[in-house]
Protein backbone atom coordinates (compact mmCIF):
# COMPACT_ATOMS: atom_id res chain seq x y z
CA UNK A 1 0.00 0.00 0.00
CA UNK A 2 1.28 3.32 -1.20
CA UNK A 3 0.41 6.23 1.57
CA UNK A 4 -0.20 10.41 0.76
CA UNK A 5 -0.25 12.36 3.73
CA UNK A 6 -1.62 15.90 3.30
CA UNK A 7 -3.04 19.18 5.47
CA UNK A 8 -0.60 20.28 7.13
CA UNK A 9 0.43 23.86 7.35
CA UNK A 10 1.07 27.10 9.58
CA UNK A 11 -1.29 27.57 12.18
CA UNK A 12 -1.64 29.98 15.44
CA UNK A 13 -1.59 28.24 18.68
CA UNK A 14 -5.50 27.21 19.71
CA UNK A 15 -6.50 26.50 15.89
CA UNK A 16 -7.02 23.47 14.10
CA UNK A 17 -6.07 21.39 10.75
CA UNK A 18 -7.50 18.96 9.83
CA UNK A 19 -4.82 16.03 8.24
CA UNK A 20 -5.59 13.27 5.52
CA UNK A 21 -4.01 10.07 4.62
CA UNK A 22 -4.99 8.74 1.46
CA UNK A 23 -3.86 5.27 0.22
CA UNK A 24 -3.81 2.93 -2.79
CA UNK A 25 -4.80 -0.53 -2.88
CA UNK A 26 -7.92 -2.14 -2.45
CA UNK A 27 -7.47 -3.95 0.81
CA UNK A 28 -7.22 -0.41 3.05
CA UNK A 29 -9.97 -1.85 5.35
CA UNK A 30 -7.35 -3.90 6.41
CA UNK A 31 -5.36 -2.15 7.88
CA UNK A 32 -4.76 -0.35 11.01
CA UNK A 33 -3.88 3.62 10.37
CA UNK A 34 -1.58 5.42 13.01
CA UNK A 35 -0.04 8.67 12.52
CA UNK A 36 3.27 9.52 14.33
CA UNK A 37 5.08 12.92 14.34
CA UNK A 38 8.63 13.85 14.45
CA UNK A 39 9.64 17.11 16.03
CA UNK A 40 13.44 18.49 14.64
CA UNK A 41 15.83 16.93 16.93
CA UNK A 42 13.23 14.44 18.42
CA UNK A 43 12.58 10.71 17.58
CA UNK A 44 9.83 9.80 15.94
CA UNK A 45 6.98 9.22 18.60
CA UNK A 46 3.02 7.55 17.93
CA UNK A 47 0.84 9.92 17.90
CA UNK A 48 -2.76 8.10 17.39
CA UNK A 49 -3.95 5.53 15.74
CA UNK A 50 -7.25 3.40 14.13
CA UNK A 51 -7.60 -0.52 13.78
CA UNK A 52 -9.03 -2.04 10.98
CA UNK A 53 -12.03 -2.87 13.69
CA UNK A 54 -11.78 0.86 14.70
CA UNK A 55 -10.57 0.42 17.77
CA UNK A 56 -8.95 4.14 18.83
CA UNK A 57 -5.33 4.91 20.93
CA UNK A 58 -3.63 8.00 21.32
CA UNK A 59 -1.08 9.25 23.13
CA UNK A 60 -1.53 11.51 26.61
CA UNK A 61 -0.52 14.55 25.21
CA UNK A 62 -3.12 14.65 22.86
CA UNK A 63 -6.23 13.10 24.10
CA UNK A 64 -9.55 15.49 24.01
CA UNK A 65 -7.91 17.30 21.25
CA UNK A 66 -6.94 15.32 18.30
CA UNK A 67 -9.88 13.05 16.81
CA UNK A 68 -8.69 9.97 14.02
CA UNK A 69 -11.30 8.77 11.66
CA UNK A 70 -11.47 6.63 9.17
CA UNK A 71 -13.49 6.69 5.70
CA UNK A 72 -12.91 2.71 3.80
CA UNK A 73 -14.82 3.67 0.88
CA UNK A 74 -12.40 7.11 0.05
CA UNK A 75 -9.49 4.46 1.83
CA UNK A 76 -8.51 7.91 3.53
CA UNK A 77 -7.67 8.22 7.19
CA UNK A 78 -8.31 11.86 9.05
CA UNK A 79 -6.41 13.69 12.20
CA UNK A 80 -8.47 16.49 13.31
CA UNK A 81 -6.15 18.02 15.52
CA UNK A 82 -7.69 20.92 17.23
CA UNK A 83 -6.70 23.68 20.37
CA UNK A 84 -2.95 23.03 18.61
CA UNK A 85 -0.17 24.10 21.06
CA UNK A 86 3.39 24.80 19.44
CA UNK A 87 4.16 21.78 21.29
CA UNK A 88 2.49 19.96 18.19
CA UNK A 89 4.77 21.10 15.59
CA UNK A 90 6.49 18.24 13.89
CA UNK A 91 6.50 16.53 10.54
CA UNK A 92 3.13 14.39 11.03
CA UNK A 93 3.63 10.76 9.35
CA UNK A 94 0.91 7.95 8.43
CA UNK A 95 1.53 4.60 8.64
CA UNK A 96 -0.42 1.22 7.94
CA UNK A 97 0.45 -1.94 9.21
CA UNK A 98 -1.53 -5.71 9.60
CA UNK A 99 -0.46 -6.69 13.06
CA UNK A 100 -2.73 -7.25 16.06
CA UNK A 101 -1.19 -4.50 17.67
CA UNK A 102 -0.98 -0.35 16.38
CA UNK A 103 1.12 1.71 18.73
CA UNK A 104 4.46 1.29 17.91
CA UNK A 105 6.85 2.02 14.70
CA UNK A 106 7.20 -1.20 14.26
CA UNK A 107 4.02 -2.50 14.33
CA UNK A 108 3.41 -0.13 10.78
CA UNK A 109 4.99 -1.69 7.71
CA UNK A 110 4.13 1.17 5.14
CA UNK A 111 4.73 5.11 5.52
CA UNK A 112 3.94 7.83 3.76
CA UNK A 113 6.26 10.89 3.39
CA UNK A 114 5.14 13.21 6.17
CA UNK A 115 3.27 16.59 6.07
CA UNK A 116 4.76 19.90 8.42
CA UNK A 117 2.43 21.09 11.08
CA UNK A 118 3.95 24.26 12.37
CA UNK A 119 2.01 25.87 15.32
CA UNK A 120 2.59 29.32 15.90
CA UNK A 121 3.08 31.01 19.74
Known amino acids: VQLQASGGGLVQAGGSLRLSCAAS????????IGWFRQAPGKEREFVTA???????SSTDSVKGRFTISRDNAKNTVYLQMNRLEPEDTAVYYC????????????????WGQGTLVTVSS
Open 95 to 110: AAGTGRFWTRISDFEY
Open 25 to 32: GRTFSMYN
Open 50 to 56: ISRNEGR
